[in-house]
């Protein structure tokens, strides 16, 4: 005979011996109490103390672009637009390897130790890069921040992806992954000061501009300590009684008092505990069970991957090389190319909660394809002025930014918990590696030539990625507004 043992909403069947967690069968009703709650001061938290790895992220990226004028003229580096270009490149190959690593990691041991070890490496490294002494030690240095950044990618959004209430989901996940651009919009003032040689000199002002990235992952480190553990990720991985603690204190703090479940009939879920999810399964679920979704998820990662990282790390090669922009200028152009990408998520965020998924992520990829090939021909006849083009990118961006952030809403929520971060750091690695990788070395020979007509076919390409990924979420993206994880994608370990 099981033995039946109650823990507020808990019902814990054990049918292994109780010194093992691993089968044990457990009722919960966690995950609908969770999506239950109204918005809250812990909310604002949660996205605070998480989301500003986007803003990192986006500092980082607007720094590696902005001061690559600064990088060519620095006395100690010495850098061309290929080393600059190939430079970009190691970072993101470092968000790939650091996904992938990281992403296993945090579906094994949890999101909480994950998301603290990742900081501590991005810290280490971005503070190191300001020291760099040559070509090879800034490259490496860039890789390990890289690395450090894309393992943040797949433990945050696993951990914002099952705190935030199912009928928030949406626009919170696009205005976190949109904080990117209050980031760029920091690396640009930075950039704007620190640059400007009647103030530091010009192999200074680089490297204080990264040391600004490590004082603010500071204090993003004192603000995880607010954040608790997945209360999904311990039911499943045999820590129902500290998940039941969690969800209890999340609800005192938004309610006032626990909700019990006399008073709400909450459905429950029925699963089988377990200590870690054997990659034979993972692989499973990805490349068989879910096959069509990690098509799209791929496809969607790619094009916008290849679409932003091509653009934006040549932005200031662009403006420097063809409009003829000081280096020490480029920061104000990136700011309102910055506000538009923050805008986007911020205002049409809304309607991916309402209107749905597959039509908002549709007309954004779509419409983003659509502007960047009409912009790419009128930067190819040469009707187009530094101030006009940054216009351009503007509207373009403030289409691509939220498509660019349902591929990683898409992949993190229409797979199972057990695998949602390993699933997230495959296809941001896959599509960082096919698109992201390849975009700076591509784009950046492609200035290299001084030809406007082979810049434009480097358009042309992200253009047709994006249109062609809009064609795919036409035809099969999932709808998953307003439901709930488990609805979407029921856990591996459920038990019927």
């Not at 919009?185 to 490297?207: E, F, K, S, T, Y």
């Not at 500071?218 to 500290?242: A, K, N, Q, T, Y």
Request: hydrophobic fraction near 50%; proline fraction near 3%; aromatic fraction near 12%.
């Amino acid at each position: 005979m099981d033995l039946q043992l109650r823990q507020g909403d808990l019902t814990v069947a054990a049918t292994k011996p109780a010194t093992s967690n691993d089968g044990r069968v457990i009722e919960t009703s966690i995950p609908f109490r969770l999506d239950a709650l109204r918005w809250s001061g812990f909310h604002t938290r949660v996205v605070l103390a998480l989301g500003i790895t986007w803003i990192l992220d986006g500092l980082e990226v607007t720094l590696a672009g902005a001061l690559s004028g600064a990088l060519k003229q620095s006395p100690t580096l010495h850098f061309s637009n290929f080393d600059v270009g190939l430079s970009n490149s190691l970072y993101l190959a470092g968000a790939v390897l650091g996904a992938l690593g990281f992403g296993w990691l945090t579906d094994r041991i949890g999101r909480k130790k994950l998301f603290f070890i990742t900081l501590a490496l991005y810290l280490a490294a971005t503070a190191a890069t300001a020291l760099s002494w040559g070509i090879a030690s800034y490259a490496l240095f860039r890789f390990l921040t890289g690395a450090g950044i894309g393992g943040e990618y797949t433990a945050i959004n696993s951990t914002i992806q099952e705190l935030v209430p199912a009928r928030y989901r949406g626009w919170t996940d696009l205005v976190i992954n949109g904080s990117f651009w209050i980031g760029a919009a920091l690396g640009a003032i930075c950039a704007i000061v620190l640059l400007d040689p009647h103030l530091i000199g010009a192999d200074l002002g680089w490297r204080l501009a990264y040391l600004t990235g490590a004082c603010l992952g500071l204090v993003v480190f004192v603000m995880r300590m607010w954040i608790p553990e997945s209360p999904r990720w311990l039911v499943i991985h045999g820590h129902p009684d500290r998940a039941n603690a969690i969800v209890g204190e999340i609800e005192r703090s938004v309610t006032g008092h626990v909700q019990e479940q006399r008073q709400q009939p909450w459905p429950k879920l029925k699963l089988r505990m377990r200590d870690h999810t054997p990659l034979r399964e993972v692989a499973h679920t990805l490349f068989f069970l879910y096959r069509q979704r990690s098509l799209v998820g791929l496809a969607l990662m790619v094009a916008q991957a290849f679409f932003y990282n091509a653009i934006f790390f040549t932005f200031a090669l662009v403006l420097t090389d063809f409009y003829g922009i000081a280096a020490d200028q480029v920061g104000w152009y990136i700011l309102p190319f910055a506000a538009g990408n923050f805008l986007g998520p911020l205002l049409l965020g809304r309607l991916f909660d309402t209107l749905g998924r597959r039509a908002m992520i549709t007309f954004t990829y779509g419409i983003s394809g659509v502007l960047l090939a009409l912009s790419g021909y009128l930067f190819k006849i040469g009707v187009l002025s530094a101030e006009s083009q940054t216009i351009a990118w503007m509207l373009i961006f403030f289409c691509a930014s939220p498509a660019a952030s349902s591929a990683y809403l898409t992949v993190s929520e229409t797979f199972p918990l057990e695998v949602r971060a390993l699933a997230i750091a495959l296809f941001y690695a896959v599509g960082t590696g096919i698109g992201g990788v390849a975009g700076p070395v591509l784009f950046g020979a492609l200035i290299d030539t001084g030809s406007r007509a082979s810049v434009f076919a480097g358009y042309l390409l992200g253009a047709g990625l994006m249109v062609g990924a809009a064609a795919i979420a036409w035809r099969y993206c999932i709808a998953a507004e307003r439901r709930t994880l488990e609805s979407v994608t029921r856990p591996l370990a459920f038990v019927e």
